[in-house]
Nanobody
Framework: QVQLVESGGGLVQAGGSLRLSCAAS????????MGWFRQAPGKEREFVGA????????YYTDSVKGRFTISRDNAKNTVSLQMNSVKPEDTAVYYC??????????????????WGQGTQVTVSS
């Protein structure tokens, strides 16, 4: 059974930093790309970024480039999202996700099959 568990969300002031983590179990983590998504109230789920199975390829949506960094530790089966210079518009529930297919790095929600429960990030102005 695949499980993805996010942690690290909370309240942060604009301009501050926050680090989210996602712990994965139930599949071969080192063969799986991982993605981060977010959903703000009243909006659709949005792709934030993704990292390939070995970490050699990383993708970000334009609005977070230069501010957010995705990394992974295959020895610990974890993926992280370091959020710097956060803005009020970054407020959302953040989800990590994994595709069923190995060695495949999708950049849209349709490519992901397993989802965590989400963690709330609130940025105050």
């Amino acid at each position: 059974q695949v499980q993805l568990v996010e942690s690290g969300g909370g309240l942060v002031q604009a301009g501050g930093s926050l680090r989210l983590s996602c712990a994965a179990s139930g599949r071969t983590f080192s063969s799986s790309a991982m993605g981060w998504f977010r959903q703000a109230p009243g909006k659709e789920r949005e792709f934030v970024g993704a990292i390939s199975w070995g970490g050699g390829s990383i993708y970000y949506t334009d609005s977070v480039k230069g501010r957010f960094t995705i990394s992974r530790d295959n020895a610990k089966n974890t993926v992280s999202l370091q959020m710097n210079s956060v803005k009020p518009e970054d407020t959302a529930v953040y989800y990590c996700a994994a595709p069923r297919r190995y060695y495949y790095t999708p950049k849209g929600a349709n490519g992901y099959d397993y989802w965590g429960q989400g963690t709330q990030v609130t940025v105050s102005s």
